[in-house]
T-cell receptor, first 115, second 113 residues
């Protein structure tokens, strides 16, 4: 499978705990994105990387959230001191800068439930 | 401030008929538009896109129409099939945004056999 891969697919955690999600983009893609989706809403942009540089962060990304892409390949999204409002699907996506248009391809998502 | 809106939360059509999903936007800087399909518990799957220099793009059963003056786009699926039943999201981006997409709220399409 050469699509975007996310791990874990599901995570249940207690409030106050830290969680980390991993994303492996499509191998030749140099841009990587994180989105969050809650029930009944469309995906909301969190942040994106071009190679290893984090170029943009949404105001939705509070200080408890941190994303890294250390070698310009896989990425991690860490949420510290989780709150119940963090329960959502976290989507990773990737694209190739310079390809036709701005088409990005999503992974299967990581469901987070904070209890 | 919802820059991309899908005003119909749901749509139901008969198999074989046309499905028309609508999307409106407010940001005149948007220059690229996409439609994604999403099944429950899965990530969105890219369907079709259109650049602002065009007013129509077709791919098999799927056609996207763009009316820039009305800031409106639509997705036509014909003929509709039961496997098309999913949530459809409209998304838009602008050249300066680094490919960041702004999504609508989605429309649940149900195609009845």
């Amino acid at each position: 499978d050469t699509g975007v891969s996310q791990d874990p697919r599901h995570k249940i955690t207690k409030r106050g705990q830290n969680v980390t999600f991993r994303c492996d983009p499509i191998s030749e893609h140099n841009r990587l994105y994180w989105y969050r989706q809650t029930l009944g809403q469309g995906p909301e942009f969190l942040t994106y990387f071009q190679n290893e540089a984090q170029l943009e962060k949404s105001r939705l990304l509070s200080d408890r959230f941190s994303a890294e892409r250390p070698k310009g390949s896989f990425s991690t999204l860490e949420i510290q001191r989780t709150e119940q409002g963090d329960s959502a699907m976290y989507l990773c996506a990737s694209s190739l800068m310079g390809s036709s248009g701005n088409t990005i391809y999503f992974g299967e998502g990581s469901w987070l439930t904070v209890v | 401030d919802q820059q991309v809106k899908q005003n119909s939360p749901s749509l139901s059509v008969q198999e074989g008929r046309i499905s028309i999903l609508n999307c409106d936007y407010t940001n005149s800087m948007f220059d690229y538009f996409l439609w994604y399909k999403k099944y429950p518990a899965e990530g969105p799957t890219f369907l079709i896109s259109i650049s602002s220099i065009k007013d129509k793009n077709e791919d098999g059963r799927f056609t996207v129409f763009l009316n820039k003056s009305a800031k409106h786009l639509s997705l036509h699926i014909v003929p509709s099939q039961p496997g098309d039943s999913a949530v459809y999201f409209c998304a838009a981006s602008e050249k300066t945004s680094g490919s960041r997409l702004t999504f609508g709220e989605g429309t649940q399409l149900t195609v009845n056999p």
